[in-house]
């Protein structure tokens, strides 16, 4: 484990400790690279009881999860700091600083961004309370856990209508409520040659009885039974405290995430990201791979790299 109070220096240090970071911390740690994770412990999928789609860990406890991933990265070698980055910059002699607020201080020669996202939810009483539960983002995610339940999906954003179909594949109760928003006709014929509802209204509330979803409350007062709420949130990539990085981002109707290229690159030289933060519609199995090969592809010019300087060093003596 690192001190606080003193300088630790590494090869990569990967920024956030979910299944990207981990599964990038465990493919380095076993190619003999010396990596710190630091983690600040709030994973984007904490308040889910389960994850889904994983293959031989299906409903696997997410927190669970990563505590299984931390003892397996830190059996090969890695590091777990429990803190949360305050600020991370480029050193002028190469590398990266990154402090911490235990105030610690960690230089790498490379960064990896797994730092997730946050998701925006629209303010309607009761429902953050419920995320993660019967308030859901992901048909693939959820979609079982809630099928041929009532769903009302409350419309945050153009696609949301896209949205209501998607669920309509796990039940045929859907409703979509626009909350103010406009649909084209294409949409509107789609939803209405599926049997979904569209409701021109507000969702103002969240009913709640015996710790269960019975129905949402509209803004003109009327009130609809509901089982389940699908919210699709804005999702935003965690970057606290990385502003000084100078990294692009891209923003789409779905949220905003780190700009990268195929194999992980950012926009700054020597920093890569992976995970939500750079696509926020990957599940646990995605950013797990996804991770695996940024770090693969790192180290793999990590070493290309360092043959080139003992060729130079070579020739040069």
């Known amino acids: 484990m690192h001190q606080p109070n003193e300088t630790h220096e590494y090869e990569v240090a990967i920024l956030g400790g979910g299944s990207a970071g981990l599964s990038a911390a465990l493919t380095l740690a076993r190619a003999r690279r010396s990596v710190i994770v630091v983690d600040h412990g ?25 505590e299984k991933g931390r003892a397996e990265a830190s059996a090969y070698g890695a590091t777990i700091a429990h803190a949360e980055v305050r600020s991370a910059a480029r050193l002028e002699e190469g590398g990266f600083a990154v402090e911490l607020d235990d105030g610690a201080r960690v230089v790498a020669q490379q960064l990896i961004i797994a730092t997730g996202t946050r998701d925006e939810l629209p303010e309607i009483e009761g429902l953050a309370a419920r995320w993660g539960r019967d308030v859901v983002h992901c048909p693939y995610c959820h979609g079982w856990e809630i099928r041929d339940q009532r769903i009302v999906l409350t419309a945050t954003g153009p696609m949301s209508a896209k949205q209501a179909m998607l669920f309509h594949q796990w ?100 920093v890569w990201a992976a995970g939500n933060v750079a696509n926020p519609a990957t599940q646990v199995s995605e950013s797990a791979a996804q991770a695996a090969r940024v770090a693969m592809t790192l180290n793999t010019e990590m070493v290309f790299a360092r043959a080139n300087a003992a060729v130079a060093a070579g020739a040069a003596s």
């Open 42 to 66: 709030q994973p984007r999928n904490a308040p889910a009881a389960a994850a889904h789609g994983l293959l031989g860990n299906e409903g696997v406890d997410p927190l669970g999860l990563l």
């Open 171 to 270: 039940s045929a109760h859907v409703t979509l409520v626009t909350n103010g928003l406009s649909f084209g006709s294409d949409d509107l014929e789609m939803l209405a040659a599926l049997g979904i509802d569209v409701v021109t209204d507000t969702v103002s509330r969240v009913e709640v009885s015996g710790d269960r979803i019975t129905g949402v409350v509209l803004a003109s007062g009327g009130r609809l039974g509901a089982d389940a709420l699908a919210v699709p949130s804005f999702a935003r990539a965690r970057l606290e405290g990385l502003e000084a990085l100078g990294l692009d981002v891209t923003e789409n109707p779905m949220g905003v995430a780190v700009t990268t290229d195929e194999a992980g690159r950012t926009s700054v030289e020597g």
